[in-house]
């Protein structure tokens, strides 16, 4: 009997210590598997999928003017697709006859999407969702509907792209090459300027107008944010608002 007894304990002793290791065993492999899912751009965990291969974002050939774009249009498809990216709330992507120009603002949906800092180094008060109004600050529940990235109650903005997660860049650049192969290079920012910018040029698309009279402004912008270009243009709302004052 006491030996029945005993081998009944070692029995019941074993199998706990299997469960306790299966559990821990699932809880390392669902961190991992977490890790290399696009829900975490921030662990930089050796072999991470997202990082596999060579880099697919920036500045690749080194050429002068590649920033020179004959022409510049706006992609619905690529725009919806990079949206539907973990940590991404909104994506603006224009293609031109040389690159992807890809214009992102973030969210919580992912851990990681900033390489430093964390969330006191967000640019956005979002206080404001608490007292039902827009600009906490002042109390004023309007905003410039022609901005898709403001100081307040907006989804997230990082002013310096080399701030952005590499693993992100990496996800999105992958996205737009798999839809847009013969794309030379894919330039991804998420400062609020450019996001702005960014959206000003598709509602003129989403309105049926012709982008090619703004090339040249277009070609300004990507200069002044991914090439040190010392000048930004001119605001299409701001020339728009002087074009009618000197009309009247």
Known sequence: MKKRAAYRSFLMLMASA???????????????????????????????????????????????????????????????????????????VMLTDKNAYVAITTDWTATGTRKSGGPKENEQNNGGTKEGVYNVDNGSPYWNNQRVATPYNSTLTINDHNQISGELKQTIAVHIRKLAPAVQEVHISASRDFNNYMVQYAQEAWAG????????????????????????????????????MKQQ
């Open 18 to 92: 299997v469960m306790l290791s299966v559990l821990i065993l699932s809880g390392c492999n669902y961190e991992r598997h977490v890790q290399n899912s696009t829900f975490d751009y921030g662990s930089k965990k050796k072999g991470d999928p997202k990082m596999l291969g060579s880099r697919m974002y920036g500045t690749m050939s080194g050429l002068p003017g590649q920033h020179d774009n004959a022409w510049f249009e706006y992609s619905s498809p690529l725009s919806h697709d990079v949206a539907s990216i973990n940590g991404v709330a909104n994506a603006l």
């Open 209 to 244: 107008r012709s982008l090619k009279p703004l090339t040249s402004s277009f070609n300004v912008l990507v200069k002044h944010e991914f090439a040190g270009g010392d000048v930004l243009p001119r605001p299409l709302d701001v020339h728009r608002d002087r074009v009618r």
